[in-house]
């Protein structure tokens, strides 16, 4: 995980996301994403297939005193079947939970899926953040869709724009997608 790239992503979720806002992390991972999302927002709806990584996310959020979060353990492309609100910002950080089974990590199919979807769920001025990682094989694959999808996507209903460090090999990346109407 790039903590430069993190932060930025951060930086510019802040700019979407208010005390009222109800948002999605749609990678809860070990709940760093989460956390920060609760900290400014109204309301956190987190998934992820792992019960090892919603058990890190509660820790954290029980630390930090968070308690505006509901976590779902249910793959991403399912979250049309638990969220019937709409949506003012989604997060996704793509790839594996770092020091566990490599092979659970995000594949091209349901990401997109899941991206469609939330897509859907996004009020006019809203924001979907993805970082994805191109250091490994099934990543790579996952990011060039995730880009072709971005690309394809009309620029009269949606603006998007990527961060990404030029001069590093395999740089990771964020997409930001904002929905204009
Ligand atoms: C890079 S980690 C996320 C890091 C996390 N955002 C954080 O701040 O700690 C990616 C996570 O996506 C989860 N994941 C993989 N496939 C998924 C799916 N189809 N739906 C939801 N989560 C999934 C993995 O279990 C893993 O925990």
């Given at each position: 995980m790039s903590k430069r790239l993190i932060s930025f992503t951060h930086k510019m979720l802040e700019e979407y996301i208010t005390s009222e806002s109800v948002v999605v992390d749609a990678t809860a991972g070990n709940g760093h994403d989460t956390a920060f999302l609760a900290e400014i927002a109204g309301h956190v709806f987190a998934f992820d297939v792992q019960e090892e990584a919603l058990k890190s996310t509660r820790e954290r959020l029980r630390t930090s005193g968070l308690s505006n979060v509901t976590l779902i353990?249910?793959?991403?492309?399912?979250i049309p079947l638990h969220i019937y609100k709409d949506v003012d910002a989604a997060v996704f950080n793509l790839g594996y939970l770092p020091g566990s089974d490599k092979a659970l990590t995000t594949k091209r199919e349901t990401t997109l899926a899941a991206i469609e979807n939330v897509l859907e769920l996004i009020v006019p001025g809203g924001l979907v953040a993805v970082t994805a990682y191109t250091g490994h094989n099934e990543g790579k694959e996952e990011a060039r869709a995730v880009t072709d999808f971005a690309e394809s996507l009309p620029k009269d209903a949606y603006k998007v724009s990527v961060y990404k460090f030029l001069n590093r090999l395999d740089a990771p990346f964020t997409l930001f997608i904002e929905k204009l109407k």
């Open positions: 353990h249910d793959s991403h492309e399912n």
